[in-house]
């Protein structure tokens, strides 16, 4: 048997996970980012998930490129809501890739895709744009989220970060 053949390679679809398309470096770091990937691999198909489809970036998004978010927003649970969402999500769309930002929707994606884990296994890429360990408590429930952190985290094939000392941050919050 050609073990080439029995692992199947993620397929070429990228799902980009993160709030809103407001106005803060994220959001322009997505648009460059799918502005990139259409440019220089053009048969990849790709996904905006958003918590809430609002922002100014939006209209900076090509109209080829799928954006969808829940059709449902709660002022209180809204993060479980995305969660389950997302799950739903995973299941619908299978993407090969996903590109998750921060904490609040990082952890909502590891927890999503936990259960088809077995079925499929994306490749899960956390971009992590901020000093963790301080952005945090300016979130609610602080302590609840460094735990989710600590234990969801390490399931994800990359962390990206920007510094050395968000590196730092981030081996103090997870271990190494």
């Known amino acids: 048997m050609n073990l080439k053949k029995a692992v199947k390679p993620p397929n070429k679809q990228l799902m980009i996970v993160f709030n809103d398309m407001s106005l803060r470096g994220i959001q322009r770091k997505i648009v460059d980012i799918i502005s990139f990937i259409q440019k ?9 998930c958003l918590q809430s489809s609002k922002g100014i970036f939006l209209h900076q998004i090509s ?10 927003h709660t002022r209180r649970l ?16 299978r993407p090969g890739y996903i590109l998750s930002f921060m904490d609040l929707c990082s952890i909502s994606t590891l927890i999503a ?4 884990s077995a079925i499929y296994k994306p490749k899960i890429i956390i971009g ?45 919050i997870i271990g190494k």
């Open 113 to 116: 895709i936990k259960p088809f």
């Open 63 to 72: 109209p080829n490129i799928k954006v969808i978010s829940p059709p449902i």
């Open 128 to 172: 992590e744009d901020i000093l963790t360990s301080k952005h945090v408590y300016t979130e609610t429930f602080p302590k609840i989220r460094l735990k989710l952190i600590k234990v969801f985290y390490p399931q994800a094939d990359k962390i990206l970060v920007q510094t050395p000392i968000q590196k730092k941050d981030l081996h103090q």
């Open 78 to 93: 809204n993060n479980l809501w995305f969660t389950f969402w997302l799950s739903y999500i995973f299941n619908k769309y």
């Open 40 to 48: 220089k691999y053009p048969r990849f198909k790709i996904i905006l």
